[in-house]
């Protein structure tokens, strides 16, 4: 027998989560849940706060690399273009 046209579904979607990760086909993953507290939230949520980790310490670093963006040193230009011309010139970022 076929669902009818305004039924109540059996399962109530509440939240649906984008993963921190991506699926099999290297497309978003995404969780359906109720809300409640899972072994897969909280894996997602411990992968969430090491990558914002991670991305703080990058973010510093870098930071720190930049000493005056007005008038870089020739050493500072060499490796820009390096940089660029290993990205294929393409703009990274």
Known sequence: MSPQFGSTPAVVIRHLRLLPWSGPEGRPAHFVTDGTAS??????DEVEAQQIETATVI??????????LENPTPDEVRFLVRTRRAAGGRTVG
Request: a neutral charge; charged letters at 25%; hydrophobic letters at 55%.
């Open 59 to 68: 973010r510093e670093l870098a930071l720190s690399m930049i000493v005056d």
């Open 39 to 44: 072994p897969l939230s909280r894996l997602a």
